[in-house]
């Protein structure tokens, strides 16, 4: 599918494990548009009913590091506290990162995901259409 894609759905409570690792994530009723994605990470931006965007870094598929559970929609959102659970949102998917993979342990996962942070970040940095 090509790039950017928009996925609507409701913020949803998770299992706050990306919370607990260091990166919490906003997790999205997964869609049936989901399913026809390459499963990885994704450099996105979420809308906010209000119009409000927020830059963020994605995550479409199993979690196989973490494997309970449905397939799931997650972003972590860059600089960004606040609660907007059942909140009806839109997200942007707009690069392909890396495709899912199964790390060794959730150290080597955390690692990674702050990796795909930085590149998110150094990519927003780059753009003038950021949130």
């Known amino acids: 599918m090509k790039l950017p894609v928009y996925l609507n759905g409701t913020v949803e409570a998770g299992k706050k494990m990306g919370r607990r690792l260091g990166f919490p994530t906003a997790n999205i009723s997964y869609c049936e548009k989901a399913q026809q994605l390459e499963r990885g990470v994704y450099i996105a931006k979420l809308t906010l009913p209000c119009g409000s965007c927020i830059n963020g870094v994605a995550n479409v598929g199993l979690h196989p590091t973490l494997p309970e559970g449905p397939p799931t929609i ?3 959102l860059l600089n960004f506290c606040g609660e ?10 707009l690069k392909f990162l890396r495709p899912e993979i199964r790390f060794p342990d959730s150290e080597a996962l955390r690692k990674q995901v702050f990796e795909d942070i930085k590149t998110t970040e150094n990519y927003f940095s780059e753009k003038e259409d950021i949130c």
């Open 84 to 93: 907007i659970y059942k909140q009806s949102v839109t997200i942007e998917l």
């Open 74 to 76: 997650e972003i972590h």
